[in-house]
C-alpha cells in the first residue's frame, strides 16, 4: 500500500504530486496492467526478445 505524510504547511497539490511519484514508482499500475490480461508464454519471449534489441540498438552514453 501506498501512503504519505502530510507536512503541516505543505499544499494539497505538493502532497498529491509526491503521492503520484511514489505510486509510479512503486510499479503498482505496471503490476495491474501486467495482471489483466493473459499473455502466452511464446508472445512473451517475443515481446522480451524484441525489446532486448531495442535496448542494444540504443546509443550507448558515455559518463
Given at each position: 500500500?501506498?501512503?504519505?505524510?502530510?507536512?503541516?504547511?505543505?499544499s494539497?497539490?505538493?502532497?498529491l504530486r509526491?503521492?503520484?511519484?511514489?505510486?509510479?514508482r512503486?510499479?503498482?499500475?505496471k503490476?495491474?496492467?501486467?495482471r489483466?490480461?493473459?499473455?502466452?508464454p511464446?508472445v512473451k519471449?517475443?515481446?522480451?526478445?524484441l525489446?532486448?534489441i531495442?535496448?542494444?540498438?540504443?546509443p550507448?552514453?558515455?559518463?
Amino acid at each position: 500500500m501506498v501512503g504519505i505524510q502530510i507536512g503541516e504547511n505543505e499544499s494539497i497539490d505538493k502532497a498529491l504530486r509526491r503521492f503520484k511519484k511514489k505510486y509510479e514508482r512503486s510499479g503498482v499500475l505496471k503490476e495491474f496492467k501486467k495482471r489483466t490480461f493473459y499473455v502466452k508464454p511464446s508472445v512473451k519471449k517475443r515481446m522480451e526478445k524484441l525489446k532486448a534489441i531495442r535496448r542494444a540498438q540504443r546509443p550507448v552514453e558515455s559518463v
